[in-house]
């Protein structure tokens, strides 16, 4: 089968993956600390060897090594806007870095920050009821609850007037953050073999925590809405390709001796 077809129909599976991601990315306007993804391309060049020139009709099109595909779909980790709450439970990095939490199996997230609570059994969770790594229990009868810049998490309690510490929040930094693997709740998962270090906040240009503020998403709207634009025309470009594939087959087919 003419070649024409594989390659309008690889780009065709491109710039649809591409489209649902700028949708993804415009669902994801409002969601706190999210981060935009992003598609990277790359072009195939060379078509696999098949035996007797029999045409590999079984093969996907995305396995027939013409015109382009997805190489990889990253996160741009560029801070989003910080915005004041003055709520006590909200939390935000301001700079580099994330949160360590306990996932649902025991393994360690990452995380940018959010909305914290207070667990049952008295420790600091997240929203979605994730324990932070370091375990830090909040007394029942605390009346104060404090998140100093440099991780240091304090509580004032009933018949005290100074406040006490519960202990210290680090933000980790993995050896390679491009290689992180989003998890559903905006959590973002270390890659098997990675590696993450831990750091007082502040320390060496490091993110430092803000509280009573949350990071919004760093998705921008008019961005979003130019590669909507680029990937419909691409979108069209290679249905034209298919197109226009059909119509010289159909001349072919139609030609007499």
């Given amino acids: 089968m003419n070649g024409v077809f594989y390659i309008g129909a690889t780009g065709l599976e491109t710039q649809q993956r591409g489209l649902e991601l700028v949708a ?82 025991g393994q360690t997230y990452l995380w940018r920050g959010g909305t914290l609570k207070i667990g049952a059994d008295g420790q600091l969770q997240t929203a979605d009821g994730l324990s ?7 007394p029942q009868d605390a009346t104060d609850l404090r998140v100093e810049r440099d991780g240091r998490v304090r509580a004032l309690v009933p018949g005290n007037t100074a406040y006490a510490d519960l202990g210290q929040l680090d ?46 998403s760093n998705v921008d709207l008019s961005t979003e809405m130019v ?10 470009a290679n249905a034209q390709v298919v197109q226009a594939g059909d119509q010289l087959m159909a001349i072919a087919n139609g030609l007499r001796r």
């Fill in 24 to 105: 993804q990315n415009v669902a994801n306007l409002n969601t706190n600390a999210y981060k935009r993804a992003e598609m990277r391309f790359a072009e195939l060049v060379a078509t696999p060897a098949v035996a007797n020139d029999v045409a590999p009709v079984a093969l996907p099109a995305s396995d027939l090594a013409s015109g382009v595909t997805v190489a990889t779909i990253g996160r741009v980790f560029a801070q989003g806007d910080l915005r004041q709450t003055n709520r006590p439970y909200d939390l935000a990095i301001s700079g580099d870095g994330f949160l360590e939490v306990l996932g649902p199996g």
């Fill in 227 to 236: 590669g909507l634009l680029l990937a419909q025309r691409a979108y069209g």
């Fill in 132 to 138: 932070l790594k370091t375990q830090i229990s909040v």
């Fill in 171 to 216: 933000v980790a930094m993995p050896d390679d953050v491009t290689r992180l693997v989003p998890v559903e709740g905006g959590y973002f998962r270390l890659p098997e073999g990675a590696a993450v270090q831990s750091f007082v906040p502040g320390d060496g240009n490091k993110g430092v925590l803000l509280q009573g503020s949350l990071e919004a």
